[in-house]
Nanobody, 120 residues
């Protein structure tokens, strides 16, 4: 089994910054992709950024966060640096990690979610 533990959410004023982190631990896990999703009240969960866990570390972002958010990783921890936050960024943020687990094959796991609230 693989566990993901998130941290870094909170309340911030519009224009402020927060940094989320998510650390994977547990069974032997060959990570392929690490991603951040968010879900605002009464809205669908959406992927906002991902990073490929190879030497290229390719990244991609949804248009609404491009230029403001930066995803990065350090071994089994993925970060989301969020700058110039807006009230529309208010949501519960989830990390998602996909990879190959010994004996189980391709799996993906979710963090517990961390609340980000941006006041106007």
């Amino acid at each position: 089994q693989v566990q993901l533990v998130e941290s870094g959410g909170g309340l911030v004023q519009s224009g402020g910054s927060l940094r989320l982190s998510c650390t994977a631990s547990g069974s032997a896990f060959n990570i392929y992709r690490m991603a951040w999703y968010r879900q605002a009240p009464e809205k669908e969960r959406e992927m906002i950024a991902f990073i490929i866990a190879t030497s290229t570390s390719n990244t991609a972002y949804v248009d609404s966060v491009k230029g403001r958010f930066t995803i990065s990783r350090d071994n089994t921890t993925v970060f989301l640096q969020m700058n110039s936050l807006k009230p529309d960024d208010t949501a519960t943020y989830y990390c998602n990690v996909a990879g190959v687990v010994a004996g189980l094959g391709l799996q993906d796991y979710w963090g517990q979610g961390t609340q980000v609230t941006v006041s106007s």
